[in-house]
């Protein structure tokens, strides 16, 4: 059974920074895809960076510039680092693991910006 623990989220004052991780375990076929997601309340779930097994990135417009993913595959763990946060980042974030042809989904880390 795969297993994702995610940590690092908080409360941060706007244009601060934090790192979020994601650890997965329990598969014994290879981590594909890994990404982080958030939503706000009153709001859809939304992909906020993704990261492939060869290591192509692809970002939401409205984070780029500001947040980086990477991962470690020797560790199965999927990083973000979020710079210049604004309030608008606040939302529960998400990790999320492919494997094979299923999604896995971590259990979420809430993310505050105050202003």
């Known amino acids: 059974q795969v297993q994702l623990v995610e940590s690092g989220g908080g409360l941060v004052q706007a244009g601060g920074s934090l790192s979020l991780s994601c650890a997965a375990s329990g598969s014994t076929f290879s981590f594909n895809a890994m990404g982080w997601y958030r939503q706000a309340p009153g709001k859809q779930r939304e992909l906020v960076a993704a990261i492939s097994g060869s290591g192509s990135t692809d970002y939401a417009d409205s984070v780029k510039g500001r947040f980086t993913i990477s991962r470690d595959n020797a560790k199965n763990t999927v990083y973000l680092q979020m710079n210049s946060l604004k309030p608008e980042d606040t939302a529960v974030y998400y990790c999320?693991?492919?494997?094979?042809?299923?999604?896995?989904w971590g259990q979420g880390t809430q993310v505050t910006v105050s202003s």
């Open positions: 999320k693991v492919q494997v094979a042809v299923w999604d896995y």
